[in-house]
């Protein structure tokens, strides 16, 4: 029994391990939905040179890049102004290459709210932009949730409007367009 055992552990290192590939790389590509931006990561097993190429669907290369004597990097693509579809990002490291595909849809900004707090005490800059003409409604509550201020206003492209709200500190600001479209900012 004793032997058996011996003869069994002698073959099991005599065999070795399984070591990993030593010419592999990993990469991963990532993307917030919605966004334009992908980002790709890359490791490499030893320091080269790779070469980054971003296709569309019918194969056109659209950008490319070389990253000169690394072994890894995470790096940013920006999609905009691409037409929304399937593209292939090809990462070509010496003799090995790895090949992502991703699917971009083009993201659609209707309208920027922004609303800044100006040095006055309780005054706020409220601004909208937008692709054309609309209309919106603005509307404001208090803690409670009761109504403060409702006003529908025109914006051409864009609008900006100061407004006072001097001795309230926790409120929101609701606003909607003909479309449906809603946001809310809350200040606490």
């Keep these: 029994m004793l032997f058996v055992g011996l003869l069994f552990c002698t073959l099991v290192f ?11 790389s990993s990469v991963a590509v990532t993307n917030i939905s919605g966004s334009s931006l992908f980002k ?8 080269a040179n790779v070469t980054v190429s971003i296709m569309d669907q019918s194969g056109k290369v659209v950008y490319t890049e ?33 090949v992502e595909k991703v699917h971009y849809s083009a993201g659609k900004v209707d309208k920027l709210v922004n609303m800044v707090k100006l040095a006055d005490d309780g005054k ?20 409670k949730g009761v109504s403060l201020h409702t006003q529908e206003s025109l914006v051409n492209k864009e609008f900006a409007e100061v407004i006072n709200l001097k001795g309230i500190s926790v409120f929101t600001i609701e606003i909607t367009d003909g479309s449906g479209w ?3 900012l809350k200040y606490q």
């Design 66 to 98: 070389q990253v000169k004597k690394t072994n890894g990097f995470i790096r940013p693509y920006n999609f905009e102004g691409l037409n929304a579809g399937d593209y292939t990002i090809q990462i070509v490291n010496g003799d090995s290459k790895r």
């Design 14 to 24: 005599a065999n070795g391990t399984d070591e990993p590939i030593a010419s592999t």
């Design 40 to 47: 790709l990561y890359y490791k490499g097993y030893t320091s």
């Design 182 to 184: 809603l946001k809310t």
């Design 124 to 143: 706020y800059l409220l601004s909208v932009a937008s692709n054309g003409v609309d209309h919106i409604n603005i509307n404001i509550y208090d803690a």
